[in-house]
């Protein structure tokens, strides 16, 4: 794999995002909207709630996650989405690793989120770790005309071929209009993790691929011009077998592009940049995907975006340098490592896209 250097200075950024910016060129006048993804790193209230496994997130845990570090992290949390953009907040936000509606409540009332009056979509899911994907999108820039919570059942001859049965976060489905221009098809994913093992755990991704593959490919079979964002955290790398496998978007032709195929920005990003969303063990890799369809890549389509307006926030302030036995780097500044208390944003960084929508 490719040595990782991410840059410790602010992300420089062209364009503008959300409703009020706007880019000519020639006779066409651009509105540029911006969607991010965010594995926000266990973001759970303090209250031990029956049937969940979410004890190690009370004040009596070994963690000690109490009230004062609970609202910090909603604070840090707002601090990193005010950055993403040098003017305006996302117009939508993805988001991955949230215990509940509650806490999602908590975090749009941040004074620094409170302008774009965010909405909420979220549902439980069965996750054994009691958490789950939710979207928040501002009502002036998105509005959803459909919404579901699109299951993960496991054969048994997958959920049970590690020591205990497994159950995973729902993904996310959100239908809307962008902008009162076109509709745009949103899937918030966050796949099964790594934690009993990369291998052992293949059977697990591939699923999730299969059923969000099968989600795509009914919306293309439909429209094949249907505009598609399919993000977060996949917990594979951009080569991994489950999204190359099994969902097998494109990852060179994004200037060829072909409408009904889909199109991995993140693998151009991180291969061709040299820029990761996550670093585990010196190692720098893209966990964090943005996938697109093809129609998206066309610059005569209502809303379109290209290769190189997907970027990771990797600011200065959301990396922590280290010096130890592993050697020295940068690593994302997250809030806890094991037991131990950082006080961080999240163990990974923020990945972002432009779109841009036509006004003629």
Same mark, same amino acid.
């Given at each position: 794999?490719?040595?990782?250097?991410?840059?410790?200075?602010?992300?420089?950024?062209?364009? +503008?995002?959300?409703?009020?910016?706007?880019?000519?060129?020639?006779?066409?006048?651009?509105?540029? *909207?911006?969607?991010?993804? +965010?594995?926000?790193? #266990?973001?759970?209230?303090?209250?031990?709630?029956?049937?969940?496994?979410?004890?190690?997130? =009370?004040?009596?845990?070994?963690?000690?996650?109490?009230?004062?570090?609970?609202?910090?992290?909603? %604070?840090?949390?707002?601090?990193?989405?005010?950055?993403?953009?040098?003017?305006?907040?996302?117009?939508?936000?993805? &988001?991955?690793?949230?215990?509940?509606?509650?806490?999602?409540?908590?975090?749009? %009332?941040?004074?620094?989120?409170?302008?774009?009056?965010?909405?909420?979509?979220? $549902?439980?899911?069965?996750?054994? !770790?009691?958490?789950?994907?939710?979207?928040? $999108? #501002?009502?002036?820039?998105?509005?959803?005309?459909?919404?579901?919570?699109?299951?993960?059942?496991?054969? /048994?001859?997958?959920?049970?071929?590690?020591?205990?049965?497994? =159950?995973?976060?729902?993904?996310? $489905?959100?239908?809307?209009?962008?902008?009162?221009?076109?509709? &745009?098809?949103?899937?918030?994913?966050?796949?099964?993790?790594?934690?009993?093992?990369?291998?052992?755990?293949?059977?697990?991704?591939?699923?999730?691929?299969?059923?969000?593959?099968?989600? =795509?490919?009914?919306?293309?079979?439909?429209?094949?011009?249907?505009?598609?964002?399919?993000?977060?955290?996949?917990?594979?790398?951009?080569?991994? *077998?489950?999204?190359?496998?099994?969902?097998?978007?494109?990852? *060179?032709?994004?200037?060829?592009?072909?409408?009904?195929?889909? $199109?991995?920005?993140?693998?151009?990003?991180?291969?061709?940049?040299?820029?990761?969303?996550?670093?585990?063990?010196?190692?720098?890799?893209?966990?964090?995907?943005?996938?697109?369809?093809?129609?998206?890549?066309?610059? /005569?389509?209502?809303?379109?975006?290209?290769? /190189?307006?997907?970027?990771? &926030? #990797? #600011?200065?302030?959301?990396?922590?340098?280290?010096?130890?036995?592993?050697?020295?780097?940068? !690593?994302?500044?997250?809030?806890?490592?094991?037991? %131990? +208390?950082?006080?961080?944003?999240?163990?990974?960084?923020?990945?972002?896209?432009? &779109?841009?929508?036509?006004?003629?």
């Amino acid at each position: 794999m490719k040595k990782i250097f991410l840059p410790v200075i602010g992300i420089f950024i062209i364009l +503008y995002s959300c409703s009020t910016a706007k880019v000519n060129s020639s006779h066409t006048s651009f509105i540029v *909207s911006t969607i991010a993804f +965010y594995n926000v790193e #266990n973001l759970f209230d303090t209250i031990d709630t029956p049937n969940k496994t979410d004890e190690e997130f =009370t004040p009596s845990s070994v963690k000690n996650w109490n009230t004062t570090k609970y609202h910090q992290k909603l %604070k840090s949390l707002s601090v990193v989405f005010d950055s993403i953009d040098g003017k305006n907040l996302p117009d939508i936000i993805g &988001l991955e690793e949230v215990e509940n509606r509650a806490v999602l409540e908590d975090l749009v %009332k941040e004074p620094l989120l409170a302008d774009a009056n965010y909405q909420i979509i979220h $549902y439980e899911s069965p996750d054994f !770790r009691g958490i789950d994907n939710a979207l928040l $999108y #501002n009502p002036k820039a998105f509005k959803p005309i459909f919404q579901r919570a699109i299951a993960i059942h496991f054969p /048994d001859s997958i959920g049970k071929a590690i020591a205990e049965e497994k =159950t995973t976060r729902d993904i996310l $489905y959100v239908k809307g209009i962008l902008h009162n221009t076109d509709t &745009l098809h949103i899937f918030v994913n966050h796949w099964t993790s790594m934690y009993n093992g990369e291998i052992a755990t293949i059977p697990f991704r591939v699923w999730c691929a299969t059923v969000l593959k099968h989600e =795509t490919d009914s919306l293309l079979a439909t429209d094949r011009n249907a505009n598609i964002i399919a993000g977060g955290d996949f917990n594979e790398h951009v080569t991994g *077998s489950a999204i190359h496998g099994v969902l097998r978007p494109d990852s *060179s032709q994004y200037e060829n592009f072909v409408p009904g195929k889909l $199109y991995d920005l993140s693998h151009y990003l991180f291969t061709e940049k040299e820029i990761g969303s996550y670093e585990y063990k010196g190692k720098w890799s893209s966990l964090d995907h943005i996938i697109v369809s093809g129609s998206l890549l066309n610059t /005569d389509n209502k809303i379109s975006t290209e290769k /190189d307006l997907m970027r990771v &926030l #990797n #600011n200065d302030f959301l990396l922590y340098h280290y010096n130890n036995q592993q050697g020295k780097g940068m !690593r994302p500044n997250r809030t806890y490592g094991g037991n %131990k +208390y950082f006080g961080g944003y999240s163990d990974h960084l923020p990945v972002y896209l432009q &779109l841009k929508i036509k006004k003629v």
